[in-house]
């Protein structure tokens, strides 16, 4: 069997889109497009390329010109070859990729817009130092809990319950993280080349393991105006779809709040359909305008659609690796199964720790949301100072502005932003099909000064591109 991961001619062309952006001759510029694609993980590594002759037959262009791009890509460590056996994405020596899967230069002086996670709380080091000394008392035990600590699912169930959802520690299976809940959930119950339902634009990582779990994904378009439900319920009440994955609290990335009437429609066509509703609640304690939140799918759930995934990721910290899934005892015990196959479960020490860090949450959250606030605002007063034209929604709450572009440049202005030391998550990184060229996602995770240094920095950027309009020789600041 060929083990190889291929992208094929017409794929990688829509996935390029306007490729010509950047100017220059078409050899450079599609280079570029093509790096810009492995850098900012929307092309694994090690993934063959078209051979030449078919992506010039799909781009319209000589093969020449696919021969040079390659060759160019080659000499930067961009791609791999071996003679007669094609081209493979490669990162060029000494580069690496970050968590986010987007591409990190080893620069201190970065600001990493990239990431949507605030730093922990000063509580950690004391619940760290109460985990230790909790520790001892399992000094007995084999320290294997497939489904989690039993006193962390103590204390995650009495959370949903204080949120109004009533809820059991055999409702609850701890996770390594919600991201480990989803992709837990997408093994037990969904099946290769099935169809899942995923908003568009929707968490990169999330849309990475629909793509791992071979999903096809069909969208439900969100903008910051809301979910457009009316193509969607038709096919969910028809029992068209398994599973929907939704964000339906303060939405990741366009911070959108999916309203109590669209949960209730979305949890009655689930229920006709047979199908089941994944909401992945990452940001739900976030909420920083004290303006009422819907209540959670769960609530509303009479019939047991909705299994949630959600974390401490956001509202504590992502280095504690802690998330959950909420769902029926008996779906909890067999994904309690699959999750013995995968790591046997989560570390002991990590799961007391984080109890700590849940015991404290009266004193944290509140802390954590002022900060948010005034980075939100700080955030917002840079973009509209420097960045005129942009066009966004200030969000009630969680971590991400998502703003609109006046023209389709994101993927241009993030390479080019890198000259000036930032990172940032284009738009495309959000959609299935490299859409969303003019949107940016700017998180609001980071410190107000430097959320305010990074917005001026996108704006020399921003400047720069306008410099480099097709028909001006493209500089090394952008080409290099
Ligand atoms: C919507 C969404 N789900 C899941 C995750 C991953 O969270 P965790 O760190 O809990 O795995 C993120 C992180 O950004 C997210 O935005």
Redesign the pocket.
């Known amino acids: 069997m060929d083990a190889v991961v291929r992208t094929g001619a017409s794929a990688l062309a829509r996935r390029l889109g306007d490729w010509r952006r950047t100017g220059g001759s078409d050899y450079v510029a599609l280079a570029v497009a093509i790096r810009g694609l492995i850098r900012d993980g929307r092309l694994a590594l090690g993934v063959r390329l078209p051979a030449e002759r078919l992506l010039a037959a799909e781009l319209a262009v000589s093969r020449t010109t696919v021969t040079a791009a390659y060759r160019l890509l080659r000499d930067q460590g961009y791609l791999r070859s071996r003679r007669g056996s094609g081209s493979d994405t490669a990162l060029p020596e000494g580069q690496r990729l970050s968590t986010?899967g987007l591409w990190a230069p080893d620069d201190e002086a970065l600001i990493d817009l990239g990431?949507?996670?605030p730093p922990p709380p000063v509580e950690l080091a004391a619940a760290a130092r109460q985990a230790a000394e909790e520790l001892a008392g399992y000094a007995s035990s084999h320290g294997y809990y497939p489904a989690g600590l039993p006193e962390l699912r103590s204390a995650i169930a009495d959370r949903f319950t204080e949120r109004g959802v009533p809820t059991g520690p055999a409702e609850i299976l701890v996770t390594?993280?919600?991201?480990?809940?989803?992709d837990l959930v997408l093994r037990l119950l969904t099946a290769p080349g099935e169809r899942i339902l995923v908003e568009s634009p929707s968490?990169p990582?999330?849309l990475t393991a629909l793509a791992a779990a071979r999903l096809r994904a069909d969208p439900i378009p969100v903008t910051d105006d809301g979910w457009d439900l009316e193509p969607v319920l038709p096919a969910l009440t028809a029992g068209r779809y398994r599973v929907a994955y939704l964000?339906p609290d303060f939405h990741?990335p366009t911070g959108a709040v999916l309203p109590e009437p669209q949960r209730a429609a979305l949890i009655a066509a689930a229920y006709r359909g047979g199908g089941l509703l994944v909401a992945?609640e990452?940001?739900a304690e976030l909420a920083l305008t004290g303006r009422p939140m819907p209540p959670p799918m769960a609530a509303l759930d009479r019939h047991r659609r909705v299994i949630t995934?959600?974390?401490?990721?956001?509202s504590h910290w992502?280095g504690l690796?802690?998330?959950w899934i909420r769902a029926t005892p008996a779906l909890i015990q067999r994904l309690a199964a699959v999750r013995a196959g995968v790591d046997m479960g989560g570390a002991v020490l990590d799961q007391l720790a984080a109890r700590a860090l849940l015991a404290r949450a009266g004193t944290i959250l509140p802390a954590r949301r002022e900060m948010l606030r005034a980075q939100l605002d700080a955030l917002v007063g840079a973009v509209r100072e420097h960045l005129p034209g942009a066009r966004f929604r200030v969000p009630a709450g969680g971590l991400c502005l998502w703003v609109e572009l006046a023209e389709p440049v994101a993927s241009a202005l993030a390479t080019a932003a890198e000259a000036y030391g930032v990172r940032l998550a284009p738009g495309p990184r959000f959609g299935a099909e490299g859409t969303f060229e003019r949107y940016l996602r700017l998180p609001f995770a980071r410190p107000a000064n430097e959320l305010v240094e990074a917005v001026r920095r996108i704006a020399a950027a921003r400047a720069d591109l306008d410099a480099l309009r097709p028909g001006r020789p493209a500089t090394p600041a952008v080409v290099a």
């Open positions: 986010s990431c949507a996670a390594s993280g919600a991201q480990q809940g989803l968490y990582n999330a964000i990741n992945d990452t940001f995934v959600g974390g401490m990721s956001k992502g690796r802690v998330g």
